[in-house]
T-cell receptor
Framework: LAKTTQPISMDSYEGQEVNITCSHN???????ITWYQQFPSQGPRFIIQ???TKVTNEVASLFIPADRKSSTLSLPRVSLSDTAVYYC????????????FGSGTRLSIRP | SAVISQKPSRDICQRGTSLTIQCQVD?????MFWYRQQPGQSLTLIAT?????????ESGFVIDKFPISRPNLTFSTLTVSNMSPEDSSIYLC?????????????FGPGTRLTVT
């Protein structure tokens, strides 16, 4: 499984756009990039997944450059409720996949 | 999606005792996963439980300490045996699904265990 590196923590303010970058230099051809969000006292929640270029859903956007050695999770106009830990994971997925979590980025949003 | 429930939600146990955590999923799944999350830390995978076969444990985790049962496709249990304060943690069960958007893993609410 490809190792990922992401900032330990980030701070921002309500209404700002937040970009969290993850490095995965050893990503393999068949690997997908996935981001999870975890609020205190809850299990992680799937946010978004992508293979290349850009993926957007109602929660976030995921930007993946052509070399795929990094990815950026973009959260538009954050609110206090976006305060959470965000995990970047890289793996080949099948119906039998297991997920190994890295250290995550602790995002704190201030008023 | 998948709805996962765990029992108990929390417990305080004495060292040397054992606790069994139950995980129930609202639909049939082939594989279930058990994680541990110590305070302020990321999640660590303990084992993968496949219905009808022995669980597969990750490095650092053994069956004698964390026996797992998987009697059917919607249920699993994890036992934390002969507990010590170092076992104080949140234990989460999880299932994975292939969806149109890709592979998604769903997590239960966790069981917060404190060992005194």
């Amino acid at each position: 499984l490809a190792k990922t590196t992401q900032p330990i923590s980030m701070d921002s303010y309500e209404g700002q756009e937040v970009n969290i970058t993850c490095s995965h230099n050893n990503i393999a051809t068949n690997d997908y990039i996935t981001w999870y969000q975890q609020f205190p006292s809850q299990g992680p929640r799937f946010i978004i997944q992508g293979y290349k270029t850009k993926v957007t859903n109602e929660v976030a956007s995921l930007f993946i450059p052509a070399d795929r050695k990094s990815s950026t999770l973009s959260l538009p106009r954050v609110s206090l409720s976006d305060t959470a830990v965000y995990y970047c994971l890289v793996a080949v997925y099948s119906s039998a996949s297991k997920i190994i979590f890295g250290s995550g980025t602790r995002l704190s949003i201030r008023p | 999606s998948a709805v996962i429930s765990q029992k108990p939600s929390r417990d305080i146990c004495q060292r040397g005792t054992s606790l069994t955590i139950q995980c129930q999923v609202d639909s049939q799944v082939t594989m279930m996963f058990w994680y541990r999350q110590q305070p302020g830390q990321s999640l660590t995978l303990i084992a993968t439980a496949n219905q009808g076969s022995e669980a597969t444990y990750e490095s650092g985790f053994v069956i004698d300490k964390f026996p797992i049962s998987r009697p059917n496709l919607t249920f699993s249990t994890l036992t934390v045996s002969n507990m010590s304060p170092e076992d104080s943690s949140i234990y989460l069960c999880s299932v994975g699904r292939l969806a149109l958007t890709g592979y998604e893993q769903y997590f239960g609410p966790g069981t917060r265990l404190t060992v005194t």
